[in-house]
C-alpha cells in the first residue's frame, strides 16, 4: 500500500489467492492419494508388521493403547526382555537371530526393564528399514521415527480420531472460512433469514479470528482432539443453549463427532441449523 500506485498489487487478488491456494493444496492432495501417488498415513500402518519388546504388563499396556489409537499394525509377538521370561516369541538377547526368522518390520520397546544401552546395542543389530518406537510405561504414548530423515511421530489415544488428522483440520478451518466469507459477503440475505442477525454477524467475525469454529463439542472432554468454542455443539444444538441430554450421553455424541470426523457432516449440520446460526 505504499508504494506508487503503478507497483500495487491488489489486494483482493492477494487474498483472494490465498484462500485459492488453501483450497487447492488440499483438493490435490485428496487427489493423489486416491490416484495411489501418494498414500495415506493410514494405509501406512496396515502394512507393519509389528513386535513388541518388553515385560507381560508393559505388553498389554502397549497393545491397548494402539487399539485406542485405532492402529491396526499386526503384532506377531512379544519379546521377553529378562533371562527367565520364558512366555514370549523369542529374547532380547537374542535380537539379532530373531529378526532373521521372524518377518517383522516395526519393533516397539518398552522402556521399563530395558536400560538405553541395552536399547542401543539391541537396536544396533536389527535389519536395516526397521521402524523403531519407544513406549515408556505410563506415558500414554509411543513415539520414534521411520528414519533420520523425517521427523518423529506420536502414537497416542488421539491418533484414533479423524478430526485429529492435520488433512481434516485444514478442511474444517477451510468450511469455517468459507461459511464466514460467504455469510459476509451476501449480508443482506441474512438480516431477514437468521433469527438473529447481529450475534450471526459477531459469530463470522469470531470464526473468522480463529476465535470459534461453527461445529464444536457440545460438552469438556479432555480425551478429545482439541477445538476451539462452537457456535452450535455436534448434535446441532446451539452453545449459548442448555443442553437437556445428559453429560455422558454429550461426551458420546463428541466422541463419534471425532472419531469419525467428515466435513460434509458440518455443511449438512450448519445448512439444516442456519437459521440458528445466531443464538
Not at 497393545?63 to 529378562?82: D, N, P, S, W, Y
Not at 460434509?264 to 449440520?269: S, W
Amino acid at each position: 500500500a505504499l508504494l506508487p500506485e503503478h507497483y500495487r498489487f491488489s489486494r483482493a487478488i492477494i487474498l483472494f489467492g490465498a484462500f485459492l491456494a488453501f483450497i487447492f493444496i488440499s483438493v490435490l492432495r485428496w487427489m493423489l492419494v486416491r490416484t495411489g501417488v501418494l498414500s495415506s498415513s493410514r494405509e501406512k500402518e496396515e502394512h507393519f508388521t509389528t513386535v513388541i519388546a518388553g515385560s507381560p504388563e508393559e505388553y498389554e499396556q502397549a497393545i491397548a493403547l494402539l487399539k485406542e489409537a485405532g492402529l491396526q499394525q499386526k503384532v506377531l509377538g512379544r519379546i521377553a526382555v529378562t533371562p527367565d521370561d520364558t512366555g514370549a516369541v523369542g529374547n532380547w538377547r537374542e535380537i539379532k537371530k530373531l529378526s532373521n526368522i521372524l518377518p517383522f518390520s516395526e519393533m516397539i520397546i518398552c522402556r521399563g526393564k530395558l536400560t538405553y544401552k541395552e536399547i542401543i546395542d539391541g537396536t544396533q543389530q536389527l535389519p536395516p528399514g526397521t521402524t523403531i518406537k519407544i513406549y515408556a510405561a505410563g506415558s500414554g504414548s509411543i513415539v520414534g521415527s521411520d528414519s533420520k530423515d523425517v521427523s518423529g511421530e506420536a502414537v497416542s489415544k488421539e491418533n484414533g480420531f479423524r478430526l485429529a488428522s492435520p488433512y481434516n483440520r485444514r478442511l474444517k478451518r477451510l468450511i469455517d472460512v468459507s461459511v464466514s466469507l460467504a455469510a459476509i459477503i451476501t449480508f443482506p440475505f441474512h438480516l431477514l433469514l437468521v433469527k438473529k442477525p447481529v450475534s450471526f454477524f459477531g459469530n463470522c467475525f469470531s470464526v473468522l479470528a480463529a476465535g470459534k469454529t461453527w461445529v464444536g463439542y457440545a460438552a469438556p472432554f479432555k480425551n478429545l482432539p482439541s477445538l476451539r468454542r462452537g457456535v452450535i455443539a455436534s448434535n446441532g444444538i446451539p452453545i449459548a443453549e442448555r443442553q437437556q441430554l445428559p453429560q455422558e450421553s454429550l461426551q458420546m455424541m463428541d466422541y463419534w463427532y471425532a472419531r469419525d470426523y467428515d466435513p460434509a457432516a458440518d455443511l449438512k449440520l450448519l445448512w439444516k441449523q442456519y437459521r440458528r446460526l445466531g443464538d
